[in-house]
């Protein structure tokens, strides 16, 4: 799995704090929000930190296998006194000798050094894994926010005018009342309506504020816009694939799904690892060494001044056989093996609940995509529907609790129909995050239907 599945270009830490203090003036496009929120989301950042440091966990398991070198220097001073029997002391004689040693080890048959290094290699394969999944997320969760603002910012605006509407319909039941033309009932009605959509718009207000915070938090910037959804343009495809050829890809491509298979393999590396306690063990060594004596040395009980120096390399091969480890190494066994059989059920797990989200999805895609043609028949239906109840109002057929009504019924499907829009977009993207196909490519088709 390459780090840099993106097409899009990230932005570097600055850009991203000149991108927090941009004019408020200037709205954002999802594209842009995403780049953002890569340089600084903390939950991203520490999952590219840990694929880091799992890679460099990864390569340190090379230590196991690969030759290892040392050289060790070591000084000694000595002061010899002989006395023979019956003898006065001598004098004393110091004695200085350096040993200097290059020592490589290559190990040959290392069981345990082997599995462990296999096993890092699978478990940077996870690390992979878990980014990838993080990146998923957070494309996942900064297109959430970003629709979440626009159906609270349509939210609003549709409050408003059904607010500016009901005022309308209130000043002409006071003037029909006060004519003669409609009774106190349909004023009292007009009154209850636009003080509920007051109400409705002071939550709305305030449901527009929480959204672009949750905004601003996710993407870093200090007064997120983002750009709005053109109301003409097809949204997505419905999928061509049945649902089953995409659960089919979902279990072999879902990060989920292959963490949880790494996991196995990582579990039958560690059975090799305990196992291989009880193994021998062989490695190659070679030694160069020297051994200076710089102020003489005794050769036998004869003391020579002359300092010498004496070379002793040695090449040969070191076996270890482990006969009794206290038993540590039967239950290091048994604790790998229920480990294994953890992973495998977590495994199963992944792959049922990757199935599920799937299927769930993928309906919950063609769902959205009819319920935004119905929401638009309705829309055109509601809109007949207030004009002819207007038009009954003027000529004095219709009451004016007929017209709050259509008019309410209008702004509601409205409403439903903007957010039925942005479900569809999100939808898709989660679809393909159950899949494990979701790239940051697959939000410029997104971006495309941003009004410029």
């Known amino acids: 799995m390459s780090l840099s599945r993106t097409v899009?270009?990230?932005?570097?830490?600055?850009?991203?704090?000149?991108?927090?203090?941009?004019s408020s003036a200037q709205a954002q496009s999802l594209v842009e929000m995403y780049d953002a929120a890569r340089g600084y989301d903390a939950g991203f950042i520490s999952a590219k930190a840990q694929f880091e440091a799992n890679l460099a966990k990864a390569n340190q398991t090379l230590g196991g296998i690969l030759p290892n070198i040392a050289v060790s220097v070591s000084q000694v001073r000595t002061d010899f006194q002989r006395q023979a029997e019956g003898a006065a002391k001598s004098a004393i004689t110091e004695l200085e000798t350096k040993t200097t040693a290059a020592t490589l080890v290559q190990p040959i048959y290392r069981p345990a050094a082997?599995?462990?290094?296999?096993?890092?290699?699978?478990?940077?394969?996870?690390?992979?894994?878990?980014?990838?999944a993080a990146e998923h997320d957070l494309l996942v969760r900064v297109s959430q926010a970003y629709f979440d603002v626009l159906t609270s910012e349509d939210n609003l605006?549709?409050?408003?005018?059904?607010?500016?509407?009901?005022?309308?319909?209130?000043?002409?039941?006071?003037r029909n009342f006060e004519v003669g033309t409609a009774t106190i009932t349909g004023v009292r009605d007009a009154q209850a309506r636009f003080d509920l959509a007051n109400a409705q718009a002071i939550a709305a207000e305030n449901e527009l504020r929480t959204k672009r915070l949750a905004l601003n938090m996710v993407a870093g910037l200090s007064d997120a816009k983002p750009r709005r959804l053109a109301k003409s343009t097809v949204l997505v495809e419905p999928p061509k694939e049945d649902v089953n050829a995409w659960v089919s890809q979902a279990q072999t491509n879902s990060p989920?799904?292959?963490?949880?298979?790494?996991?196995?393999?990582?579990?039958?590396?560690?059975?090799?690892?305990?196992?291989?306690?009880?193994?021998?063990?062989?490695?190659?060594?070679?030694?160069?060494?020297?051994?200076?004596?710089?102020?003489?040395?005794?050769?036998?009980t004869t003391y020579a001044s002359t300092p010498t120096t004496t070379w002793?390399?040695?090449?040969?091969?070191v076996l270890n056989v482990p006969l009794f480890t206290g038993f540590s190494g039967v239950y290091k066994v048994k604790e790998a093996i229920a480990l294994k059989d953890k992973a495998q059920s977590d495994l199963e797990n992944a792959r049922r609940g990757t199935e599920?989200?799937?299927r769930n999805t993928y309906f919950g895609l063609l769902a959205g995509l009819s319920q935004v043609k119905a929401y638009e028949a309705a829309e055109a239906s509601s809109q007949?529907?207030?004009?002819?109840?207007?038009?009954?109002?003027?000529?004095?057929?219709n009451i004016n609790i007929?017209?709050?009504?259509?008019?309410?019924?209008?702004?509601?499907?409205?409403?439903?129909?903007?957010?039925?829009?942005?479900?569809?977009?999100?939808?898709?993207?989660?679809?393909?995050?159950?899949?494990?196909?979701?790239?940051?490519?697959?939000?410029q088709p997104i971006n495309d239907l941003l009004v410029p």
Do not use: C, I
């Open 256 to 300: 989920a799904v292959r963490q949880a298979q790494l996991a196995v393999e990582v579990a039958d590396y560690e059975m090799d690892k305990a196992t291989a306690v009880h193994k021998p063990t062989l490695d190659a060594q070679m030694t160069y060494g020297r051994t200076e004596n710089l102020k003489g040395s005794f050769v036998g």
């Open 8 to 22: 899009f270009r990230t932005l570097p830490l600055t850009a991203a704090v000149m991108m927090a203090f941009a």
């Open 157 to 174: 605006e549709l409050v408003q005018n059904q607010k500016k509407a009901v005022s309308e319909q209130l000043a002409s039941a006071q």
């Open 312 to 317: 002793n390399p040695s090449v040969g091969l």
């Open 402 to 443: 007929d017209v709050l009504n259509s008019q309410s019924q209008l702004y509601q499907t409205k409403r439903d129909l903007a957010k039925a829009r942005y479900d569809v977009l999100v939808t898709n993207l989660k679809l393909r995050q159950a899949a494990g196909t979701l790239t940051p490519a697959d939000l």
């Open 356 to 358: 599920q989200a799937t």
């Open 114 to 132: 082997w599995a462990t290094y296999r096993q890092g290699g699978r478990q940077l394969q996870q690390a992979a894994a878990q980014y990838e």
């Open 384 to 397: 007949s529907a207030l004009d002819a109840n207007k038009l009954g109002y003027s000529v004095g057929v």
